[in-house]
Structure formats: C-alpha cells, structure tokens
C-alpha cells in the first residue's frame, strides 16, 4: 500500500501531539520528543559538560518537487536510511532512530526553511557526572547556514541531518533518554 506524503504528515503530527501532550511512555528503541531550551535554562548549570564525539551521515533538504542529499557515509544500512527516510518532515528536534551495540542513530530536523538556508551542529554535550535532572540528557546546539547548492531553488524545505553517536563517547553507563536543541529556529 503506497501512503501519500499528506497522509505520512498527518501521521508525523499526530504523532507529535501526542508526545507532547505527555500521553506517551517511551519504550526501548522508540523515538521521543524533544524540547529546545537556551544555554541558561539548562539545569544543573554547575555540571561538567562534556562534548559527546558524533558523525554527520546525511544532510539533506527535502521539498514536494525536489530533494537535495550530501552524504559522507555512502553504504548506510538500508534500515537506517528508510528510518530516516520516513522521519525527514518530523518537528524540529533530535530523534533516536535506532540503537545499536555500538551506537546511536539520531535524525537532528530544523523543521522547515527556505531552501538556501539550514543549519550546521556546534556541539553536542551531556552532563558527565549524570545524575539528576540530566543524566542521559543531550544538549544539541545548532547554527544557521546558508546552502549554496540550493539557494536557488524556490520555497521551504525540510532541512534534516543524520548523525551517529559512538556509545563509548558518552559517559559511562548513559544513554539517551531526551534532547535538549538550540539555536535554529
């Protein structure tokens, strides 16, 4: 059964209301909604942040006429790809795609944009002592960035990136449980 673009925008949505409505217990290798808060609501402020070490995948803008990909991994599990694939028009945020021994699959969105515009990631980081509040909790800041390869191509786009996270870059025993994404709106 072929399920139009409408239809999987319709599904993203609802599935976005509902996971910020609360009503969602998120179980192991499910996605989660994110939250974007600023440098200075970050709790635990006095917490050693540590970078967490990631690599880009995927870079994509994704429109009704176009699409518009720069990969640095060329053979991406084809369970992976369809993961992202299927996730590129969900709301802004960082999403766990899938986990693995090694590693986490995360999808960053910066939601829609015009085309010749986008984003680049500055940092990644998680609380190394984990505990409280922030344990297995990424802090993502983001930056804008115009794309030269699409600024002439008309209207919005969702502009998408897909990256790994190494498990043995996080500190010892952390997961990840939330998101936290900054910097692009």
């Not at 509040?133 to 008309?154: C, R, V």
Request: aromatic share 10%; with cysteine.
């Amino acid at each position: 059964m072929r399920v139009g673009i409408n239809s999987r925008l319709m599904f993203a949505l609802l599935v976005a209301m509902t996971l910020s409505s609360g009503c969602y217990d998120q179980r192991s290798g499910e996605s989660f909604y994110t939250e974007s808060v600023s440098e200075e609501e970050r709790p635990g402020q006095e917490a050693d942040y540590r970078e967490v070490p990631y690599s880009q995948l995927l870079y994509s803008k994704t429109a009704p006429d176009f699409t518009w990909e720069y990969r640095t991994e060329e053979h991406l599990d084809p369970e992976i790809e369809k993961l992202y694939e299927d996730g590129i028009h969900l709301a802004p945020g960082g999403w766990v795609l899938k986990e693995t021994d090694e590693e986490f699959y995360m999808l960053i969105s910066g939601g829609f944009l015009p085309t010749s515009k986008g984003f680049r990631i500055t940092s990644i980081q998680m609380a190394g002592e984990q505990k409280g509040n922030d344990k297995n909790h990424l802090y993502i800041t983001l930056e804008p960035h115009q794309g030269d390869g699409t600024k002439d191509y008309p209207g919005d786009a969702s502009i998408t990136s897909l990256i790994s996270i190494p498990k043995s870059g996080l500190p010892a025993g952390a997961a990840i449980d939330g998101v936290s994404m900054n910097g692009v709106e």
